[in-house]
C-alpha cells in the first residue's frame, strides 16, 4: 500500500517561500506520476503540477509558472514544491498524490493527507 506522508506549510506573508515535502512508501518513486494539488476555502481542489518521475517531465497550471518548482528525490523517495513569490489568494491546502505511470490526467490513486498554506501579513 503506498502511503503519502506530507509536511511543510504553515504561515507565511506575501511573496514569501515555503517547501512542502511528500514522503512516499510502499512504492518506488520512479514507477509514479506525482502531482502536488491545492483546494482554497470554498473553491475546487486544482491542480498545481504534475511530475511524471520516470522521466522528469513535470507540467505546471499556468498560475504557477515561474514561482513554484516541483522536484524529486529518488534516494529518499521524496518529493518536493517549492513555492516562491506566495500571494493570499494561494491559500489553502495543500496536497500530494501519486498514481502508477505517467499521466496525473487519469486520476490519482494515492494522496496525502493535506498540508494548510495560508500566505497573510
Known amino acids: 500500500q503506498v502511503r503519502l506522508e506530507q509536511s511543510g506549510g504553515g504561515l507565511v506573508q506575501p511573496g514569501g517561500s515555503l517547501r512542502l515535502s511528500c514522503a512516499v512508501s510502499?512504492?518506488?518513486?520512479?514507477?509514479?506520476?506525482i502531482g502536488w494539488f491545492r483546494q482554497a476555502p470554498g473553491k475546487e481542489r486544482e491542480r498545481v503540477s504534475c511530475a511524471k518521475m520516470r522521466d522528469g517531465t513535470i507540467d505546471y497550471a499556468e498560475s504557477v509558472k515561474g514561482r513554484f518548482t516541483a522536484s524529486g528525490d529518488y534516494a529518499e523517495n521524496t518529493v518536493y514544491l517549492q513555492m516562491n513569490s506566495l500571494k493570499p489568494e494561494e491559500s489553502g491546502v495543500y496536497y500530494c498524490?501519486?498514481?502508477?505511470?505517467?499521466?496525473?490526467?487519469?486520476?490519482?490513486?494515492?494522496w496525502g493527507k493535506g498540508t494548510l498554506v495560508t500566505v497573510s501579513s
Open positions: 510502499g512504492g518506488t518513486l520512479g514507477y509514479y506520476a
Open positions: 498524490a501519486a498514481v502508477f505511470g505517467v499521466d496525473c490526467d487519469s486520476g490519482m490513486d494515492y
